[in-house]
């Protein structure tokens, strides 16, 4: 009886044991449902493979006291409003072509849907770009607004070789721009979908009639300016010409002081000034 016992504490006790192992070594039930779970720990770091709530995973990591935790990331696409302006290049230049009246800005408003995939998020974390939920969303962000500026320049590439675009060209080239920026991401975000709200570019048939007018301003302001500095090296010449005779004259006026009074009786000052060079 008492053999029997001890046979049936001993295995209540192996089974308490093993199911405190197995317990604390689950690690599918700390994940939230709906988020991923990237368990990190003292010995083994970041564990690259993400942890779902609805597939079974078990860690020994979770064995040592303190020694791993999850930490919980939400996968749901975010969607963010973003905004792109600016000029086109050069355009305050070209601007001064009619006078500074024409206006060669641009503006666009895209709604985006971005989102991280579950085998990127633990790369992020390990390398240290993320910590958290709000690192993530924040890096989600930047790179929203990051491809709402390659977008406009895309668009904006496309309708100046074309001399013009239409909502449904522009809307085109921002879907195909979101396609090239997800893939060239790789551990960035992905970008879902992205639909441009309203927008406003300039005329691109007078942009191009401005840049090449403005070759022809540039280099009359040019040859102007080439002008104006050959003339002031003129005048500057003659300056330090005249310099340079007024000090070897008072020079020769040290030596033969008799010259002064020369020069101020005589009646052509001119050819004073050529006698006194000849005695020089």
């Known amino acids: 009886m008492k053999k ?3 046979f049936f504490l001993c295995l209540v006790i192996l089974l308490a044991f093993g199911g405190y192992v197995f317990y604390t070594g689950w690690t599918q039930f700390k994940v939230e449902s709906g988020n991923v779970g990237i368990v990190v720990s003292k010995t083994g770091g970041v564990n690259p493979n993400p942890v779902t709530h609805d597939k079974f ?8 006291p303190t020694n791993a935790r999850v930490v ?3 996968p749901k696409t975010l969607n963010f409003q973003k905004s792109a302006s600016g000029l086109l290049p050069s355009g305050r230049e070209y601007s001064k072509v009619f006078n500074g009246e024409a206006d060669f800005s641009y503006s666009f408003d895209f709604s985006i849907d971005a989102k991280i995939s579950l085998e990127q998020i633990s790369g992020l974390l390990k390398a240290g770009q993320i910590q958290n939920q709000d690192d993530l969303n924040a890096l989600l962000e930047r790179r929203a607004e990051d491809f709402a500026s390659v977008a406009a320049q895309k668009i904006l590439a496309a309708a100046l070789s074309e001399q013009g675009t239409d909502f449904e060209k522009a809307q085109a080239v921002a879907q195909e721009a979101a396609k090239e920026y997800s893939s060239a991401q790789k551990g960035g975000a992905e970008i879902q979908s992205v ?3 309203k927008f406003m570019v300039p005329d691109f048939a007078l942009y191009k009639k401005a840049a090449a007018s403005y070759e022809e301003y540039a280099k009359a302001l040019s ?8 003339k002031e090296a003129e005048e500057s010449s003659r300056f330090k010409t005249t310099m340079q005779k007024m000090e070897s004259l008072g020079e020769t006026l040290k030596k033969y002081p008799e010259l002064s009074d020369m020069i101020k009786n005589s009646d052509n000052i001119n050819k004073t000034l050529q006698t006194i060079d000849s005695i020089e």
Do not use: D, V
């Open 4 to 6: 029997r016992t001890s």
């Open 223 to 230: 040859e102007s300016a080439a002008k104006n500095a050959q």
């Open 195 to 197: 639909t441009l709200k």
């Open 72 to 74: 919980n990331f939400s």
């Open 57 to 64: 995973s078990w860690s020994w990591e979770f064995l040592l």
